[in-house]
């Protein structure tokens, strides 16, 4: 049984900078992913990560102002943003896959992720 818990959520102003984490246990042998969904959407992949670390997908909308990184020792997944945006604003949450990989057709999906965190509140104002 997977476990995860997300920390590092807040409010922080618009180009500001917050870390995300996701506590797991677990997962050290799966692939990871972080989605975000904002109030009225439908929940939004943001970023995923291989077991390895070798493939690393990214939204459109947060490459090249996002950075996913996970430290397998601590079975952790962390999420840094950079230059946030009030569009970014989003309950954030981690997903762990089953697999130590992801199809490059899926990765993307919700549904593809077995496990899932509560979430942590992320609002930027502008």
């Known amino acids: 049984q997977v476990q995860l818990v997300e920390s590092g959520g807040g409010l922080v102003q618009s180009g500001g900078s917050l870390r995300l984490s996701c506590a797991a246990s677990g997962s050290a042998n799966y692939a990871m992913g972080w989605f975000r969904q904002a109030p009225g959407k439908e929940r939004e992949f943001v970023a995923a990560i291989s077991r390895s670390g070798a493939n690393i997908p990214y939204a459109d909308s947060v490459k090249g102002r996002f950075t996913i990184s996970r430290d397998i020792a601590k079975d952790t997944v962390y999420l840094q943003m950079r230059r946030l945006k009030p569009e970014d604003t989003a309950v954030y949450y981690c997903?762990?896959?089953?697999?130590?990989?992801?199809?490059?057709?899926?990765?993307?999906?919700?549904?593809?992720?077995?496990?899932w965190g509560r979430g942590t509140q992320v609002t930027v104002s502008s």
């Open positions: 997903a762990s896959r089953r697999t130590e990989g992801f199809l490059s057709s899926t990765y993307f999906s919700p549904a593809d992720y077995f496990y």
